[in-house]
């Protein structure tokens, strides 16, 4: 691990924080120093407050709060939030506490690494010292941070002058004027063992009306290409959820306090059952058009108790959902006739997307006439029926790359896709890709509706059709594998997703089993991120032995994808008249 130092704005130190580099900051922070105090920090006299450090005046803060004004705070209360401290994205900041300013809290704990290596004698801090800040003061909370220094934190004159507290606390005191802090400093040498002693000290103080914000800024360093491929690595394993995962990152390659994501993630997970939604992920080399050879990453991450139903604040980023197995044909015709059923089934999924595209597995051929009798296993729609609710449901795309597709031979693979076409809804087969935005999708089936369990049916030559020269486009390798109601992947799938992870996607999201394994897994280092199985979306198979999810995709302009899953009802069993 290597030791850094960072300035306050940019992301090194004074010694490498040259003209040419400070002239790339918006003209607001070039007003300001360029560099934190070389010197050692030192505390005020007596019982004083820290003072506002090396911000001289409010209109920076008062800018970016202004410009974030008309953003929609949550609608349920937030637990945590992850945000920047250099001020090259001050908007950033202010969107996050914006974002959690519809609730009160009355406790803040900020998690913080030491930039500048002055913790001494112990591997976190705190302080039992105010804050003055150019928007007014903060007090501590001194019944918090007592305990903290009871049971060994360092009472440390370092918050003097650290830009990982001092940036954000006019932020939180607009958002929060009544809120007592409680600032924790994390050393960059601290272990996995000092990790879980915080956590187990912070765990107290957390509680409905505390907020933990992790001041955090993420790849340092790289040119925008690698530093993309950090990044990606860092939210694919943010999407897992696991703790454990992250000693797979390395600091300051993926971020510049593993420490305090350690924490972050823990007590989120234990003390308050809250999952994550990304909101921004951005790379210092977007704000200026210089080529630079050393960036900083930013990220803007928040922690809820997230309903399926939420939507939890627009991103700067393209949304798209991922669905499993669909059909409109058996058992689903029938059901899907009667308005009142038809209304509760395109409710719940509206209600889950909020009219994002939508993509789906297709099963099956769209006719135009469907015969009377077929074989059980045999799945033909109207087309009078699957048209309509494909579009009433935004679909932006089906893939046809399953053991349905070809039902009814050739002819009904045609026929599907004249009426796919003649609808404007475009389609993609086995080893075909389907660029929409800045995503980019490929089709691949392992399974012949007459072949055995598999079939071989992926190819290295399909593989290859993962590849693509744009880096800054996320490929998704959307998949139909495995067996009906397993949710494990065999030998056979494990060898295939690391095929696909070793060709460059960046997500790999799986259909077919019918029941929905509901966990998103990191491949390799977090190259790769997995929804094995999908399960069912729209499938003519009740609840007692199916299940069914979305796959969220958040697409950054920087070219990273920020994934989640969401909970579906078994929309057949939704369909069907409720009982009498």
Not at 231 to 236: H, K, M, Y
Not at 270 to 284: F, H, K, M, T
Not at 470 to 475: I, S, W
Not at 507 to 523: E, F, K, T, Y
């Amino acid at each position: 691990m290597r030791q850094f130092v960072l300035s306050p704005f940019m992301g090194r130190g004074c010694r490498q924080a040259g003209e040419g580099q400070r002239r790339l900051l918006p003209a607001l922070a070039a007003l300001l120093l360029a560099c934190a105090p070389a010197f050692a920090a030192s505390c005020p006299e007596g019982d004083g407050r820290f003072g506002t450090g090396f911000y001289p005046g409010p209109y920076l803060f008062e800018t970016a709060i202004a410009a974030e004004k008309d953003y929609t705070p949550s609608k349920i209360r937030l637990s945590g939030l992850v945000v920047p401290h250099h001020l090259v994205v001050p908007r950033l900041i202010a969107r996050g506490f914006r974002a959690a300013s519809g609730f009160d809290y009355d406790r803040v704990i900020l998690l913080a690494p030491d930039h500048f290596l002055r913790l001494k004698g112990g591997e976190f801090a705190t302080t039992r010292r105010g804050f003055d800040t150019v928007l007014g003061p903060i007090d501590v909370d001194r019944e918090a941070t007592d305990a903290l220094l009871a049971a060994g934190a360092v009472d440390s004159c370092l918050f003097a002058d650290d830009h990982g507290v001092l940036a954000l606390l006019p932020f939180l005191r607009h958002a929060f004027p009544a809120a007592k802090l409680v600032p924790v400093s994390i050393s960059i040498r601290s272990k996995r063992a000092d990790w879980e002693r915080l956590t187990a000290l912070l765990r107290p103080l957390t509680g409905e009306r505390a907020l933990i914000v992790q001041s955090t800024d993420f790849s340092h360093y790289h040119p925008h290409g690698p530093a993309r491929l950090f990044d990606q690595q860092t939210l694919n394993l943010i999407a897992e959820g696991d703790p454990d995962a992250l000693s797979r990152l390395d600091q300051p390659d993926h971020l510049d306090s593993l420490a305090s994501l350690h924490v972050q993630m823990t007590l989120q997970r234990e003390a308050y059952r809250a999952a994550p939604v990304v909101l921004a992920s951005e790379n210092q080399q977007e704000h200026t058009r210089a080529q630079l050879d050393e960036t900083t990453s930013y990220k803007l991450i928040a922690f809820g108790r997230f309903r399926p139903t939420d939507a939890p604040h627009e991103p700067e980023a393209e949304v798209y959902y991922l669905a499993g197995d669909a059909h409109f044909g058996r058992a689903m015709t029938q059901a899907l006739t009667d308005a009142d059923a038809a209304e509760r089934v395109a409710e719940a999924v509206l209600a889950r997307t909020h009219g994002r595209p939508l993509i789906l597995n297709l099963e099956g051929a769209i006719l135009p006439n469907v015969p009377e009798s077929l074989p059980h296993m045999t799945i033909a729609m109207p087309q009078d029926l699957a048209i309509p609710w494909l579009k009433r449901l935004n679909v932006a795309a089906v893939g046809l790359a399953n053991n349905h597709a070809r039902d009814l031979g050739a002819a009904g693979v045609e026929e599907t896709k004249a009426a796919l076409d003649q609808a404007g809804i475009p389609h993609f087969g086995q080893g075909e890709r389907f660029d929409i935005g800045g995503l980019s999708l490929v089709g691949l089936s392992d399974l012949d509706s007459n072949g055995p369990p598999y079939s071989g049916l992926i190819t290295p030559e399909l593989l290859d059709r993962l590849l693509v020269k744009d880096a800054t486009r996320p490929v998704v390798a959307f998949a139909h594998w495995g067996r009906e109601y397993v949710t494990e992947p065999s030998p056979r799938e494990r060898e295939l997703a690391e095929e696909m992870r070793l060709r460059g996607a960046a997500v790999i999201a799986g259909a077919h089993p019918h029941v929905a394994d509901g966990r998103l897994v990191s491949l390799g280092g977090g190259e790769a991120i997995m929804a094995y199985s999908l399960g069912n979306f729209l499938f003519d198979q009740t609840a007692t032995d199916t299940s069914g999810t979305l796959l969220e995709l958040r697409v950054f302009r920087q070219g990273t994808v920020a994934a989640r899953l969401i909970e579906l009802p078994n929309l057949f069993d939704l369909a069907k008249p409720a009982p009498r």
